[in-house]
């Protein structure tokens, strides 16, 4: 079964300085996708950063920047330069293909809780 | 670019009651998915639709859920006979159909459901 663990409930961060938040995940599929979200107070979910499997380079996005390690089975995203307006709860996600077959849905973890400070 | 639009953004019902959620995606995106987020966890998936057709629902989404996407335009969510336990946010995304597993889910802002 497909699974994303996000073991930092809660991280805490300087304004300015850099952050990186975990995400291990658990697939048997050799072919999968990772995301990142971020879910601001408000509720809705903002697509950060994309890394495929097969990738060969590490995801950037402007201040993101995705570091995968495929043999650890890890896609740790790191926020560069932090803002306070980064302050919101992070989600890892996983797309693949489960053992039902199904390959549409995403999967996520529990979600990391950062608050910059000023 | 009109992003993923739900309404209401919240909903309180009693018990019982039954519920229609609406979803409106982004208009050239043919994939169309329906997450449930409970507080404290991730969003959970419940179903999705490839245009108009449902291609999956998850063992989450009992008889008393039903969705549709007719003429694969807007989607709605239907909740019937309300349980407090249905108390979640309810999450729509859209994507577009691209190769591999990078289509994008761009999600809604959410309907909040509380059921007294």
């Known amino acids: 079964a497909q699974k994303i663990t996000q073991t930092q409930p809660g991280m805490f961060v300087q304004e300015k300085e850099a952050v990186t938040l975990d995400c291990t995940y658990d697939?048997?599929?050799?072919?999968?996708?990772l995301f990142w979200y971020k879910q601001p107070s408000s509720g809705e979910m903002i697509f950060l950063i994309y890394?495929?499997?097969?990738?060969?380079q590490n995801a950037t996005e402007g201040r993101y920047s995705l570091n995968f390690q495929k043999a650890r089975k890890s896609a740790n995203l790191v926020i560069s330069a932090s803002q306070l307006g980064d302050s919101a709860m992070y989600f890892c996600a996983m797309r693949g293909t489960d053992s039902g077959g199904s390959n549409y849905k995403l999967t996520f973890g529990k979600g990391t809780l950062l608050t910059v400070n000023p | 670019d009109t992003g993923v639009s739900q309404d209401p953004r919240h909903k309180i019902t009693k018990r019982g009651q039954n519920v229609t959620f609406r979803c409106d995606p982004i208009s050239e995106h043919n994939r169309l998915y329906w997450y449930r987020q409970t507080l404290g966890q991730g969003p959970e998936f419940l179903t999705y639709f490839q245009n108009e057709a449902q291609l999956e629902k998850s063992r989450l989404l009992s008889d008393r859920f039903s969705a549709e996407r007719p003429k694969g335009s807007f989607s709605t969510l239907e909740i019937q006979r309300t349980e407090q336990g249905d108390s979640a946010m309810y999450l729509c995304?859209?994507?577009?159909?691209?190769?591999?597993?990078?289509?994008?889910?761009?999600f809604g802002p959410g309907t909040r459901l509380t059921v007294l």
């Open positions: 890394q495929g499997s097969y990738d060969q």
């Open positions: 697939t048997s599929d050799p072919s999968y996708g």
């Open positions: 995304a859209s994507s577009l159909e691209a190769g591999g597993f990078g289509d994008t889910q761009y």
